[in-house]
């Protein structure tokens, strides 16, 4: 074969391999992915494995990312060792490592890639980063910081119930995990969802299954495997209603931001007002449909603007209906290690609110000859001619008493609080 025949052939060679790539880059690489697209710097791709996913310890999941983009949000990603990536989704996991002996499994759409094959250089400066676990690298003008990304460790267990995430749980921060119960002798109550939860930095399990029929009395008839969060309770037969549930306690009240005005109206502290999952009044109607019926205990915590912490329990706790003005009855007040002192009796009798009607704004029921408390004081509450506790005042830690929440045994205006109850037999 003469030079020019040879020169001929290895052009041809080099123009079918070209257009080998160019199919191959078309089948991993979005068409908007320019950096992947680049046939002339196929250095950047790491080593792909077509069909295959790993559906466990996803540290993070993303969306709208391209393929050169999800590598990079692995290098990013403390503990980041391999990534699946679903190009019809544009979606993208940031992978743990793999239990031993642990495969990754058959996926048609998916693509894995150990990240070890992929340069480090995609990460610019947050390449070498030495970010602790759940934690991603984030590129700053003047170098970079680490910030939280995902829950360490496994999720919580969950028991009578399964995932319902196509692709597999990931801990991404915020994220939604959804599940449902294995089977029909089953009912989920609270939330399907198991979070990593963005305050907190952890995992929450926002339901729990339960074997049917299941009409719960209040939060002591939970089951222990039933994490805290949101639930539905029947008293009495009634129609039900959704209530905060604390290791069978319930909540009933919470202060904790001054997100939600307080200042209101006879009608709303009956019907109660706010959110579950923040500040609240669970309502005066359903506290008296709750405790007319059982005896209960109550439990108020507290923190004050110096961040000391203490507790206040009665170990019995009623509130009558509204032909009585929802009247506060509270007996046997229990000191604790982290006693607070019962600010709800006194020596001095103009200042007992236990036993006193309920007051708003719009409805003077205190013992106060010339004035209303509530209106004064900005609040509700069963005060008497004055007062010594008020957990419905206005949310301003710059306030001193009487003004503010109050619980005058703890020293200084309260930035958190919260009352709670919970069935005694």
């Not at 001619?385 to 009487?402: I, M």
Request: proline share 2%.
């Amino acid at each position: 074969m003469d030079l020019r025949a040879k020169n001929i052939l290895i052009l041809l060679l080099f123009k079918h391999v070209v257009i080998q790539c160019g199919s191959l880059l078309e089948e991993y690489c979005n068409a908007d992915d320019e950096d992947c697209q680049d046939s002339n710097d196929l250095g950047k791709i790491g080593q792909l494995k077509h069909g295959k996913s790993q559906h466990v310890n996803i540290l993070r999941r993303t969306r709208d990312k391209s393929l050169m983009e999800c590598a990079k949000e692995c290098l990013l990603t403390s503990q980041c060792q391999a990534i699946n990536y679903r190009k019809n989704w544009k979606l993208c996991d940031a992978l743990g490592e793999r239990s031993d002996g642990e495969a990754i499994q058959v996926e048609s759409g998916s693509i894995y890639s150990d990240i070890s094959t992929w340069p480090k250089a995609l990460a610019g400066k947050c390449a070498g980063h030495n970010c602790e676990k759940g934690k991603k690298c984030i590129i700053k003008s003047n170098g970079f910081r680490c910030e939280h990304a995902y829950c360490k460790g496994d999720p919580p267990e969950t028991p009578f119930a399964i995932s319902s995430e196509t692709f597999g749980v990931y801990a991404s921060l915020e994220a939604g995990n959804q599940y449902k119960c294995i089977n029909n002798n089953y009912k989920l109550v609270g939330k399907p969802f198991v979070i990593c939860d963005k305050k907190s930095n952890t995992w929450k399990k926002l339901f729990c299954c339960v074997e049917k029929p299941y009409k719960p009395h209040d939060c002591t008839d939970l089951p222990r495997h039933c994490d805290s969060g949101i639930y539905k309770i029947y008293p009495d037969s009634s129609a039900g209603f959704n209530i905060y549930c604390d290791n069978r306690w319930y909540w009933w009240n919470r202060r904790r931001d001054g997100s939600v005005n307080f200042t209101r109206n006879w009608r709303e502290y009956e019907e109660g007002f706010g959110d579950l999952d923040n500040e609240f009044w669970l309502g005066n109607k359903l506290i008296n449909q709750l405790t007319s019926s059982r005896t209960y205990s109550l439990y108020v915590r507290m923190k004050n603007r110096e961040g000391i912490w203490k507790t206040a329990l009665y170990k019995v706790f009623r509130v009558g209906d509204a032909t009585n003005g929802y009247t506060l009855d509270v007996e046997d007040y229990t000191k604790r290690e982290d006693d607070a002192g019962d600010s709800i009796f006194s020596n001095q009798s103009n200042l007992i609110n236990n036993g006193m009607k309920f007051s708003t704004y719009d409805k003077d029921n205190d013992l106060h000859g010339r004035e209303n408390c509530a209106k004064k004081y900005r609040g509700a509450w069963w005060f008497n001619a004055y007062y010594r506790a008020h957990l419905n005042g206005e949310y301003d830690q710059s306030l001193k008493h009487p003004y503010g929440i109050q619980w005058e045994t703890l020293a200084g205006t309260l930035s958190y609080s919260a009352m709670e109850i919970r069935r005694n037999d």
